[in-house]
């Protein structure tokens, strides 16, 4: 699997931002196709911590929507980054889980945005187009030549553990594990940051009402995981290493 860069952008953000001009565009135009083409480019950029450091800003001046969504990707890719090591997956899975993690809401960038950060309560019509964002994200990467595999993860991503999640209701083992890693850390990231339609929660109250929702909307192993190991990790730094909990190490703490 190719995980490299298309092009090399140079150390001016210049390219960069044209970039993302353009993928404004491509999306205000409707053609999926040259949109993907031009995330294929950009995304390994936008995981690029370093990289991103000064150009987070530049993006809201293009397309405030993009530059929104972009910023609950780029923390919901953390989160997964971190929770994907601290399940000691490989190197190569926790690489493709952040990269899910920072698609998984792609498809909201084709949802106007009257209706995305409508105050009001979403009418039932509304609310539909909505749910539709985890397939609106399938059928954009489906233009993609690097990140076409997460398609699954990025449509499952709404899957509950208990079968009352959408688009399919899946449930327990038969939602991808990657879904149930996105699952947990995208609604952490939900609940503690401002949405136009609720008010943030303190970390305490989201990681309480998450041990709630352990076994129901969450698998229970990850969202212990979750709290135990990269939450308490990640409020001491964002980028500490964390410590790598075993299996017997899960089970041992579950009992
Ligand atoms: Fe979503
Ligand atoms: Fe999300």
Redesign the pocket.
């Known amino acids: 699997m190719n995980y490299g860069r298309l092009i090399d952008f140079n150390d001016s953000s210049d390219d960069f931002i044209e970039q993302i001009r353009m993928l404004s565009d491509a999306l205000l135009r409707k053609d999926w196709k040259k949109a993907m083409l031009i995330l294929d480019n950009v995304v390994p950029y936008c995981l690029d911590n370093n990289y991103m450091r000064f150009k987070t800003s530049l993006i809201k001046e293009i397309n405030p929507q993009i530059y929104r969504e972009f910023k609950h990707a780029k923390r919901v890719s953390l989160y997964a980054r971190q929770l994907a090591k601290a399940l000691t997956l490989s190197r190569l899975d926790v690489y493709a889980i952040e990269q899910s993690g920072f698609l998984?809401?792609l498809g909201?960038l084709i949802i106007d945005h009257r209706i995305l950060y409508k105050d009001d309560q979403l009418n039932p019509w509304e609310w539909k187009i909505i749910q539709n964002?985890?397939r609106f994200g399938c059928e954009l990467l489906s233009w993609s030549a690097h990140f076409k595999y997460l398609m699954p993860i990025v449509e499952q991503?709404?899957e509950r553990f208990d079968g009352s999640g959408y688009p399919k209701g899946l449930k327990g083992e038969e939602i991808l594990y990657a879904s149930r890693i996105i699952a947990v850390v995208?609604a952490y990231d939900a609940m503690t940051c401002n949405r136009s339609y609720q008010r943030r929660l303190e970390s305490g109250a989201a990681i309480a009402e998450i041990k709630r929702c352990a076994g129901s909307q969450f698998d229970p192993e990850i969202a212990f995981i979750f709290i135990e190991s990269v939450l308490t990790d990640y409020n001491c730094s964002m980028f500490k290493k964390h410590q790598v909990i075993t299996k017997e190490h899960i089970v041992e703490r579950i009992k």
């Open positions: 998984h809401d909201k964002h985890p991503h709404h995208d």
